[in-house]
């Protein structure tokens, strides 16, 4: 079992920055696919970026392309969610969440569907002001 553990979240305003992490515990041992996901009141959760630890390919969808980065710590265990130029439409709750997949179905645009991911944080909150 896998327990994730988000923070970072907090509001901001439009044009402003903000840097979410992802702590992972419990079964840590094995690489796996990890993404980050967002849900908006009365929306889908939507898939935001993914990359699979210990590898470099990562994968982002088209809506925070060239503005998020996902990277990671390997020595602080960590995941993180980088976000630039934010917009009030990135308002939502933000989620973490790791999938049992190979890295190459992490690094491709099938992969940020909630229905492959078996463990996910609690999720925290980003609001962006206008």
């Known amino acids: 079992q896998v327990q994730l553990v988000e923070s970072g979240g907090d509001s901001v305003q439009a044009g402003g920055s903000l840097r979410l992490s992802c702590v992972p515990s419990g079964d840590t041992d094995s690489n796996r696919c990890m993404a980050w996901f967002r849900q908006a009141p009365g929306k889908e959760r939507e898939g935001v970026a993914s990359?699979?630890?210990?590898?470099?390919?990562?994968y982002y969808s088209d809506s925070v392309k060239g503005r998020f980065t996902i990277s990671q710590d390997n020595a602080k265990n960590t995941v993180y969610l980088q976000m630039n130029s934010l917009k009030p439409e990135d308002t939502a709750t933000y989620y973490c969440?790791?999938?049992?997949?190979?890295?190459?179905?992490?690094?491709?645009?099938?992969?940020?569907?909630?229905?492959?991911?078996?463990?996910w944080g609690q999720g925290t909150q980003v609001t962006v002001s206008s």
């Open positions: 969440a790791a999938a049992a997949v190979g890295p190459n179905f992490c690094s491709s645009s099938f992969v940020l569907n909630p229905v492959y991911f078996r463990h």
């Open positions: 990359l699979y630890t210990g590898r470099v390919d990562t």
